[in-house]
């Protein structure tokens, strides 16, 4: 079974992220003057990528609206705008609860939600870095890209300890594994995005939601 069939299938959530961040993309690019109406789209715009990213678990929510709206237009600004991945995904990593605090046991920024926001904003580009994501690719990567033998290993594993263990993903892994989805690319996965929404989607057969 190849991977691309594991790809997990657009909700409406997605869809409308998808669309509510090309806008942006194109608003952000024209002006650095927002008015009350585009600062508005902004914040529900973030809001709702938090929710996507906690798998619309709302206790899972809540540092997004700590944000000002001027200061997430900034960063999606500069994440839009940026002359490299880097830069990019550190624009965004400023926000509230998007990598802007270092983690009280590792010392690192977070990058794992300032990725699906850049999922968002750039599908062709990126992918959302997850632990389940980069788990599958592991053992992926291990069974010589047989996605079938892959996932027979995972389920050997604890679901707890694989989400310990990529948890503190800080920027450099985060673009390591960014680069990986891109390598990943084909025809029935023809965007960044895609690639690892197929490696989420195969994650459940192996370590089932509760």
């Known amino acids: ?5 594991y790809r997990r299938p657009d909700d409406n ?10 806008v942006i993309r194109r ?4 002006t650095s003057q927002p008015s009350a109406g585009d600062l508005e789209r902004v914040q529900k715009f973030l809001i ?20 000002h709206p001027r200061v997430i ?12 991945d880097r830069s990019a995904l550190l624009s965004v990593m400023n926000l509230i609860g998007f990598g802007s605090a270092k983690d009280e046991n590792t010392g690192q920024r977070k990058a794992k939600r300032a990725t699906a926001v850049l999922r968002f904003l750039d599908p062709d580009e990126w992918g959302t870095v997850d632990w389940r994501t980069i788990a599958v690719l592991c053992f992926y990567k291990k069974n010589h890209l047989d996605i079938e033998m892959a996932l027979e290993e995972a389920k050997k594993h604890d679901k707890k300890t694989m ?28 965007r960044t995005a895609d690639v690892e929404l197929a490696l989420y989607g195969a994650s459940f ?3 089932p939601r509760p």
């Open 1 to 5: 079974m190849e991977l691309a069939y």
């Open 13 to 22: 959530l997605t869809t409308y992220l998808e669309g509510e961040a090309q």
């Open 27 to 30: 608003l952000t690019q024209s």
């Open 48 to 67: 709702g990528v938090e929710l996507w990213k906690a798998d619309c678990m709302q206790e899972r929510t809540g540092n997004a609206v700590r944000n």
């Open 73 to 84: 237009w900034d960063s999606l600004q500069g994440a839009v705008t940026a002359s490299d």
């Open 163 to 190: 989400a310990s263990d990529f948890d503190s993903i800080d920027e450099r892994m985060a673009l390591e594994i960014v680069q990986e989805y891109r390598g990943m690319r084909d025809e029935k996965l023809p």
């Open 205 to 207: 057969l192996a370590w």
